[in-house]
């Protein structure tokens, strides 16, 4: 299972997603986080099961979304997320997605971090 946030990570969490899910023989589970279509054209043929998405900024807690994801597809056996590089103060007043999702998944979780440009 792959997280795919609206962000510039969510390209290298597809990207990572697919080199894992190819590693291990395995399909993809795609988690939409961005409430609008995500690019595919980039992932082979056939290797993403299913994409589960949010309706709205309302529907749920991102990290609930993902959970929920999990508990839904028990067959999942790893969850690959990408991580930004955040300063003191944001960590601080921000609560970190992939945070909770590293501390909350009940699956290794696969960090992956962006080239730094």
């Known amino acids: 299972m792959v997280v795919v946030p609206d962000s ?4 290298y969490a597809l990207e990572a997603g697919v080199v894992e899910a190819e590693a291990r023989s395995t399909s993809l589970i795609v988690v939409n986080l ?6 595919l054209a980039g992932v ?3 290797l993403v099961e299913k994409v589960v998405s949010r309706r709205g900024k309302d529907d ?3 990290v ?8 839904a597809n028990p067959d999942a056996d790893r ?10 103060v ?8 992939s945070q909770q ?5 009940e699956v290794p979780v696969l960090c992956v971090k962006r080239p730094v440009s």
């Open 60 to 62: 749920r807690d991102p």
């Open 34 to 39: 961005t409430l609008g279509e995500i690019d």
């Open 64 to 71: 609930d979304t993902v959970l929920n994801a999990l508990n």
């Open 44 to 46: 082979p043929e056939g």
């Open 101 to 105: 999702l590293v501390l909350r998944a």
């Open 90 to 97: 944001g960590k601080f007043l921000l609560g970190s997605i």
């Open 79 to 88: 969850l690959v997320i990408c991580v930004a590089r955040r300063s003191p």
């Open 8 to 11: 510039e990570e969510g390209a």
